[in-house]
Structure formats: structure tokens, C-alpha cells
């Protein structure tokens, strides 16, 4: 079994090669814009977890993975070209929908502070008043 570090790396990657496979080589217009967020190979590499989004979010989620899941044999012969491993593993395609939490948390951060300053600047321009009396 491969050491973490080399797990890592394996992973890292995989990524890499997927993501540049996806920008450069393949073009297919459903996946326009699709970004590899994550891969996890399994230790034994039998199965790469590609975890991918979209800047649409999950509108677009079954079409990519559809399309991934298509694309699916040209994808690991590429990863053979690039990647020396005694086993190449299998492409699993997930959906993650990390990056459109993240968005979600940023708008609600956004609110609170748009809701809070205008409270906060009304008691510090008081403090400054006060201060220059």
C-alpha cells in the first residue's frame, strides 16, 4: 500500500491531469466550466472518488455528470499516458457542492454585515462626537 505522502501526490495528480484534460482536450459543451475540486484514490487504487462543480451549481449537476460518466474511458486513458501506476483506477464522479455553500455563507455574511454597519456607524460617529466636545 502506498505511503500518505504518496497518496497525496497520487491524488494531486489526478486532479491536475483530469483539470487540464477537461480545459485543453476535451469538448464536450456540457462541461464547459466544470472544475475538479477534489480526488481521493483509494489505498488499494481501485477507485478514483472526482469530486467536480459548476459555476451554475446544481442546475447543471446530473448534465456534468452525465457527461463526465461519458467521457469516462477517454479520461482514465489519458491519466495512463500521464501517470505510471501498476493499476489504474476506476472514475467515480461525484457531485460537490462545496463551492455553492461557500457562496451561500459569503451572501449571508454579507447581510449581517450590511444589517449591522449601519447600527455601528450611528454609535461610533456618537463616540467621535463626544470626544470632540
Same mark, same amino acid.
Given at each position: 500500500?502506498?505511503?500518505?505522502?504518496?497518496?497525496?501526490?497520487?491524488?494531486?495528480?489526478?486532479?491536475?491531469?483530469?483539470?487540464?484534460?477537461?480545459?485543453?482536450?476535451?469538448?464536450?459543451?456540457?462541461?464547459?466550466? !466544470?472544475?475538479?475540486?477534489?480526488?481521493?484514490?483509494d489505498r488499494e487504487l481501485d477507485f478514483a472518488n472526482v469530486? !467536480?462543480?459548476?459555476?451554475?451549481?446544481?442546475?447543471?449537476?446530473?448534465? !456534468?455528470?452525465?457527461?463526465?460518466?461519458?467521457?469516462?474511458?477517454?479520461?482514465?486513458?489519458?491519466?495512463?499516458?500521464?501517470?505510471?501506476?501498476?493499476v489504474m483506477p476506476r472514475l467515480r464522479f461525484f457531485w =460537490?457542492?462545496?463551492?455553492?455553500?461557500?457562496?451561500?455563507? =459569503?451572501t449571508l455574511l454579507a447581510q449581517l454585515r450590511d444589517e449591522?454597519?449601519?447600527?455601528?456607524?450611528?454609535?461610533?460617529?456618537?463616540?467621535?462626537?463626544?470626544? =470632540?466636545?
Open positions: 500500500m502506498p505511503t500518505p505522502l504518496r497518496m497525496k501526490r497520487i491524488n494531486d495528480r489526478v486532479r491536475e491531469i483530469l483539470s487540464l484534460t477537461l480545459l485543453n482536450k476535451i469538448e464536450d459543451p456540457r462541461l464547459a466550466g !466544470v472544475n475538479i475540486t477534489d480526488v481521493k484514490v469530486y !467536480v462543480s459548476a459555476p451554475e451549481g446544481r442546475d447543471r449537476e446530473r448534465e !456534468v455528470l452525465q457527461a463526465l460518466n461519458h467521457a469516462r474511458g477517454f479520461l482514465k486513458f489519458e491519466l495512463a499516458n500521464e501517470i505510471d501506476l501498476r =460537490d457542492p462545496t463551492p455553492e455553500r461557500a457562496d451561500r455563507i =459569503d449591522t454597519e449601519p447600527a455601528g456607524e450611528s454609535i461610533d460617529e456618537g463616540e467621535d462626537q463626544d470626544s =470632540d466636545d
